[in-house]
């Protein structure tokens, strides 16, 4: 089980750090990723990190978000530096395959709401 917390109300230009918490199973062997959905749109890649610790971002969030996991708490970091309100979604953390796609991930958090104020 996966649970997102960190969401919140930010202007733009601020900044959020969500954590994503697995309990019941390591993540130390799983890709993790975050992916994201504004209302009235499809789920969005935003970053994933292998296993190994490859990583892969979005264009649209490279140079400001940053994915981290601490092995050792079973958690799974996204730092987001100079929020724009483009960045206003439900954010959703996942883990098993290393891809950009959802489906090929099996483990899904419920979701934390980030909201950037213009």
């Known amino acids: 089980q996966l649970q997102a917390s960190g969401g919140g109300l930010v202007q733009a230009g601020g900044s959020l750090r969500l954590s994503c918490a697995a309990s019941?199973?390591?993540?130390?062997?799983?890709?993790v990723a975050w992916f994201r959905q504004a209302p009235g749109k499809e789920r969005e890649f935003v970053t994933t990190m292998s296993w190994a610790g490859v990583t892969t971002y979005a264009d649209s969030v490279k140079g400001r978000f940053t994915i981290s996991r601490d092995n050792a708490k079973n958690t799974v970091y996204l730092q987001m530096n100079s929020l724009k309100p483009e960045d206003t979604a439900v954010y959703y953390c996942?883990?098993?395959?290393?891809?950009?796609?959802?489906?090929?991930?099996?483990?899904w958090g419920q979701g934390t709401q980030v909201t950037v104020s213009s």
């Open positions: 996942a883990a098993d395959e290393y891809s950009i796609r959802p489906v090929h991930y099996s483990y």
């Open positions: 019941g199973r390591s993540l130390s062997t799983y890709a």
